[in-house]
């Protein structure tokens, strides 16, 4: 990863833990069972690059561009993704703990969440427009001010949404999440 540029490669098995690397571009790169975490990655750009396996947790990525870019089976603990450059954002999760990140007034429209761990991340004011919540639990996440038209929820769960302080005309919810938009009502469902 010395080099500023790399295409087409296969990073397996990098320990990089708590290292920084800067001004460096990604594109159709593959990132296997690598850790990361606790390192800067700032000012990088990376492109069509999947990240299979890797622990990322506590990522700093000040000025990072991540434009379609995907994990699966990652920890991602605590990364702020709002601190991402907000050009071509665009990112996919699947079976990854992505539990305590931010992505506070990131537009995310159409972002896949699939078989993820969202407990404690922060949406506020995010664009989530047409994501998918597919089996993700969302214990204690935050939604403020979050524009969620046409997201789909349906098999979500431990999700608490206002739809006073929400946009989410259109959005999908299952029958028993329904209870999850009256949680500041104080009411019992029974």
């Given at each position: 990863?010395?080099?500023?540029?790399h295409e087409?490669?296969?990073f397996e098995?990098?320990?990089y833990?708590?290292k920084?690397?800067r001004?460096?571009?990604?594109?159709?790169?593959?990132?296997k069972?690598c850790?990361?975490?606790?390192?800067t990655f700032a000012?990088n750009?990376?492109?069509?690059?999947?990240?299979?396996?890797?622990?990322?947790s506590?990522?700093?990525?000040?000025?990072t561009?991540?434009r379609?870019?995907t994990?699966?089976?990652?920890?991602?603990?605590?990364?702020n993704?709002?601190?991402c450059?907000d050009?071509l954002?665009?990112?996919?999760?699947?079976?990854?703990i992505l539990d305590?990140a931010?992505?506070t007034?990131k537009?995310?429209?159409?972002t896949k969440?699939i078989?993820?761990?969202?407990?404690q991340?922060a949406?506020?004011?995010?664009?989530?427009?047409?994501a998918?919540?597919?089996d993700?639990?969302?214990a204690?996440?935050?939604?403020?001010?979050t524009?969620?038209?046409?997201?789909d929820f349906?098999?979500?769960?431990n999700?608490?949404?206002?739809?006073?302080l929400?946009n989410?005309?259109?959005?999908?919810?299952?029958?028993?999440?329904?209870v999850?938009l009256?949680a500041?009502?104080a009411?019992r469902i029974?």
């Amino acid at each position: 990863m010395d080099s500023g540029t790399h295409e087409n490669k296969t990073f397996e098995k990098i320990v990089y833990s708590g290292k920084e690397i800067r001004n460096r571009e990604f594109e159709q790169c593959i990132f296997k069972d690598c850790d990361l975490s606790d390192s800067t990655f700032a000012h990088n750009r990376f492109t069509d690059c999947t990240f299979i396996g890797c622990n990322l947790s506590m990522m700093k990525l000040s000025g990072t561009s991540l434009r379609d870019v995907t994990f699966k089976h990652c920890k991602l603990l605590g990364i702020n993704f709002s601190e991402c450059e907000d050009f071509l954002f665009h990112v996919g999760f699947e079976n990854c703990i992505l539990d305590y990140a931010s992505f506070t007034r990131k537009k995310m429209t159409k972002t896949k969440f699939i078989h993820t761990s969202l407990k404690q991340v922060a949406f506020a004011n995010a664009n989530l427009a047409n994501a998918v919540f597919d089996d993700c639990d969302l214990a204690d996440a935050v939604f403020n001010a979050t524009d969620l038209k046409e997201a789909d929820f349906r098999t979500a769960n431990n999700y608490i949404i206002d739809p006073e302080l929400n946009n989410i005309k259109k959005a999908k919810f299952s029958l028993h999440g329904v209870v999850g938009l009256l949680a500041k009502y104080a009411i019992r469902i029974e």
